[in-house]
């Protein structure tokens, strides 16, 4: 548990845009900060955050909230997880009490594989430089064989598990892990025979996994025997913390470096980062032997827009990678290639050149994806016009993988110079491609734009031609809406006054004490969960703040409940698109004021709100006449009721008709 002051710290500390730029490239935009959403795959950034009001909002998926609950929903994790992350970062101490027996067995599984890694991880480095095998394999294979300094094998966690081939699991057990942990997160694996467990990486060097926070979520082992039949590299399992798919090695220590050179250095393994970053260029990650994929060019996708990928001068793999250029260029991302002279690879490049000259030679041998595939593929291919054509054709696919059009057009023109052959033919063969891989989608998704731009306008001509008439609620609204209408005012406006009519007075109300008074008065609750607890802890400061003094949002937006966070942002930030424009006032068009607009739509929110409870208890009072068990006493007690009731819905009826007029 941690305590209210040190969570009014972190939050007192927390820079939304820097945290959040933690995890995506952020630019920005007039006051606010934009981006592409991180939570679903989009082209068009809708993903907005206001340093000012401390939050963040998309408008495309609709997710949105404070610093914390970013952090939360990026992560997957619980909110005092969520708030520890941030305290790290901000070097805020958080004391927890330490957990008992009972704790840890109901704490997620996610969290206790968490907690296994970050054992293991400090148990593997401390042998590596307290145990004598640590420091004569595995600290010799580090500073001799790969040249890393003590500082850069503390910096990545590089560690050694023992060659005794289960001491790491027993002591585990022994620190209080279980054993299902073990195995799930496959530190361990279990022999059949006897049922007993092992190290899944012993007599290895270890390299830490670190996902985009930091958070340890698998290992990868190196054997340093030469025996051919065992393998080099082993790496964790998929679990339910690591999919190999969504994590790109380097990542943790190389974002900030990303976002500075605004790119991206792609090589193969462990050591070729870790070499790299020694050598002073950061801006370096691995797909960690595994082939790259879509998830993980997305995850760059945040951070930048152009990836260099770097191939071994002598790599006999480099036809299989192609693929991967072409994978950059459909998520519309910009990618060159460097080849290193043989036989070098950016391991032995790094440790050999300067950062300056490792930079350089990135700087005047990087070429598009389109003059190396040039170069490589005629190589093969010779004067042979079978293989050339074949050559024109791998161009074209990669080309067509574009989604940009100018960009397409471009590369288009430079095919056709350096294959000597008529654009228009190209032009028509990339078309073909796109047409073969996306169908009619393309045409749908223009229509599909068009029509939403329409709607949009049409909102704003809406917004702007509206006079005399306030809120989105209607006769026909359901119960949820409106509970949505109020908790707007009171988000937006509960601090405003305003002047009501009633008959041939003008009275002075309070938006918040006005809604309070009406729903209060019949002890009513709101049946969605977030608005009810919006209207009960506005109420709270509202009471020990005294009326007309306005509730600061983020006592809302950095609510610890993720679903009041987000009610709340959506609430503060709907509707914001469609503010009628100044021209309208210049144009002599009347548009109503603030006050105006409260004048009518609170108290005919309130009043339809008031009518649609009134309806459903008139329902369920008729519907509890056709029980046949029913006394004459309870017969007429209902009918009594229900003529109450009856009464009740025409003087509100005649109320909502005078605020109308």
Wanted: with cysteine; net charge negative.
């Amino acid at each position: 548990m941690i305590d209210r002051a040190t969570i009014d710290r972190i939050f007192a500390a927390a820079d939304i845009v820097d945290v959040i730029s933690d995890y995506i490239t952020l630019r920005k935009k007039g006051v606010n900060y934009q981006a592409c959403c991180p939570f679903h795959n989009e082209k068009t950034p809708s993903f907005i955050v206001s340093p000012s009001k401390g939050m963040y909002k998309c408008f495309g998926c609709g997710k949105g909230g404070s610093v914390v609950s970013f952090v939360m929903e990026h992560e997957s994790l619980s909110y005092p997880e969520a708030l520890k992350v941030i305290a790290k970062k901000y070097g805020i101490e958080v004391q927890e009490k330490e957990l008992t027996p009972d704790e840890m067995r109901v704490n997620d599984n996610r969290e206790s594989m968490f907690m296994l890694n970050g054992w293991a991880a400090d148990y593997f480095a401390n042998y590596l430089h307290s145990s004598s095998e640590g420091m004569s394999v595995g600290m010799s294979y580090f500073r001799q064989q790969r040249g890393f300094s003590d500082a850069t094998i503390v910096k990545f966690g590089l560690g050694f598990c023992p060659s005794n081939g289960s001491l790491m699991s027993h002591d585990a057990v022994e620190a209080g892990y279980k054993e299902e942990f073990l195995l799930s997160t496959g530190l361990s694996l279990k022999n059949d025979r006897n049922n007993l467990i092992f190290d899944r990486f012993h007599d290895r060097v270890i390299f830490p996994v670190h996902n985009i926070s930091g958070r340890i979520v698998a290992f990868g082992g190196r054997t340093l025997r030469t025996d051919k039949r065992v393998a080099k590299y082993v790496n964790s399992p998929e679990s339910e913390i690591y999919s190999k798919k969504n994590e790109l090695y380097g990542l943790y220590f190389a974002k900030k470096a990303i976002q500075q050179h605004d790119f991206a250095i792609m090589v193969e393994g462990y050591t070729d980062v870790i070499s790299m970053h020694q050598a002073g260029v950061e801006n370096v990650v691995s797909s960690s032997g595994t082939s790259l994929t879509t998830e993980q060019i997305r995850l760059l996708g945040r951070f930048t827009n152009n990836i260099t990928i770097i191939y071994d001068g002598d790599s006999a793999g480099i036809h299989a990678s192609l693929r991967g250029i072409d994978m950059v260029l459909r998520e519309g991302m910009n990618v060159r290639i460097v080849l290193l002279p043989e036989p070098e690879d950016p391991d032995s490049f790094a440790r050999t050149h300067t950062a300056a000259e490792v930079q350089n030679y990135i700087r005047e041998n990087e070429e598009d994806f389109l003059t190396f595939k040039a170069k490589l593929l005629l190589k093969s291919a010779g004067n042979d016009p079978i293989k050339r054509s074949g050559v024109i054709t791998d161009m074209v696919e990669s080309i067509s993988q574009i989604p940009d059009n100018i960009q397409r057009t471009v590369f288009v023109k430079e095919c056709a110079r350096i294959m000597d052959i008529d654009e228009t033919v190209l032009v028509g063969e990339v078309a073909r491609k796109r047409m073969r891989a996306s169908g009619d989608r393309e045409a749908e998704e223009f229509v599909r734009r068009q029509q939403k731009e329409r709607r949009a306008e049409r909102r704003t001509e809406i917004a702007a031609q509206t006079t005399a008439t306030a809120g989105n609620v209607e006769a026909g609204s359901s119960t949820e809406t409106l509970e949505r209408e109020l908790t707007k005012y009171l988000l937006r406006y509960g601090h405003y006054s305003f002047e009501y009519r009633e008959g041939q007075q003008y009275i002075q109300m309070n938006v918040a004490a006005e809604i309070f008074r009406d729903l209060d008065a019949d002890n009513i609750q709101f049946e969605n969960k977030a608005y009810n607890d919006i209207l009960n802890l506005y109420r709270t400061l509202w009471r020990e703040s005294g009326e007309g003094v306005e509730i600061a949002a983020n006592n809302f937006v950095n609510h610890s409940d993720p679903e009041v966070c987000n009610a709340a942002v959506d609430l503060l930030t709907s509707d914001d698109n469609y503010v009628p424009s100044e021209i309208w006032r210049m144009k002599d068009i009347h548009i109503e004021s603030t006050e105006e607009m409260l004048a009518i739509g609170v108290p005919k929110a309130i009043t339809l709100y008031k009518s649609k409870i009134v309806e459903r208890l008139i329902r369920e009072h008729k519907a509890l006449l056709s029980s046949p068990d029913l006394s004459e006493e309870q017969q007429a007690e209902i009918l009594q009721k229900l003529s109450h009731l009856n009464n009740i819905k025409v003087t509100l009826a005649n109320k909502l008709q005078r605020s109308i007029l």
